[in-house]
């Protein structure tokens, strides 16, 4: 079975700091993974997705995520925060015979001035 | 360019009253998904369609009942609500791909007094 653990559900960054959101999975094969954020009153958009090619993703808005397999992890990343990066991040693996999300608890990041 | 279009975008409701909730996609997408989104919880899968015709319970079906109309359209009826089924409801789709993410709607916010 498919699980998803996000550690921390409120991170707090200063604008211009490194933003760190952390991502552990549970799959008995091997995982698609993904990324998404939600801004206020909005629905889920995609950040970015792994689905094993390079362990190294590239998203929107100038997130990155690395698989490391042998950590069970896939933990979001971007160099510089910005005040518009305030949203909440969520978390998901997908794995299995189906095509059904398990999606973490989500982690609500702030950006201060 | 819709994508995923969810109708109302915010209901109240009184104890015992029913209500369907509509979801349609304009991206001939295969597979469809109904979640709640509830703090501290992330989103659960409530019912999903993987292909027209067919359906299958989620998560957390209980309490609600679905039908996929077309390939377009996919439903959320809740026949007695519950104050415990207020939540925000979640509507999405995908191709059915595995490694392919989901598309998500923005969202009916759902109140039962």
């Known amino acids: 079975a498919q699980s998803v653990t996000q550690l921390g559900s409120h991170v707090s960054v200063s604008e211009g700091a490194l933003v760190l959101l952390r991502c552990n999975y549970s799959s008995s094969v091997p995982p698609y993974l993904f990324w998404y954020v939600q801004y206020p009153n909005q629905g889920l958009q995609l950040l970015l997705k792994y689905t094993s090619a390079a362990t190294l993703v590239k998203g929107i808005n100038g997130f990155e995520a690395e698989f490391k397999k042998s950590e069970t992890s896939f933990h979001l990343t971007k160099p510089s925060a910005h005040m518009s990066d305030a949203a909440e991040y969520f978390c998901?693996?997908?794995?299995?015979?189906?095509?059904?999300?398990?999606f973490g608890t989500g982690t609500l990041l702030a950006v201060q001035p | 360019n819709a994508g995923v279009t969810q109708t109302p975008k915010f209901q109240v409701l009184k104890t015992g009253q029913s209500m369907t909730l509509q979801c349609a996609q304009d991206m001939n997408h295969n597979s469809m998904y109904w979640y709640r989104q509830d703090p501290g919880m992330g989103l659960r899968l409530i019912y999903y369609?993987?292909?027209?015709?067919?359906?299958d319970k989620g998560e957390v079906p209980n309490g609600y009942n679905v039908s996929r109309l077309n390939k377009r359209e996919f439903s959320l009826r809740l026949e007695s609500a519950a104050p415990s089924q207020t939540s925000v409801y979640f509507c999405?789709?995908?191709?059915?791909?595995?490694?392919?993410?989901?598309?998500f709607g923005d969202g009916t916010r759902l109140s039962i007094l």
């Open positions: 998901a693996v997908k794995g299995g015979a189906t095509n059904k999300l398990i």
């Open positions: 369609s993987a292909s027209e015709g067919t359906t």
């Open positions: 999405a789709s995908n191709s059915g791909n595995s490694n392919q993410p989901q598309h």
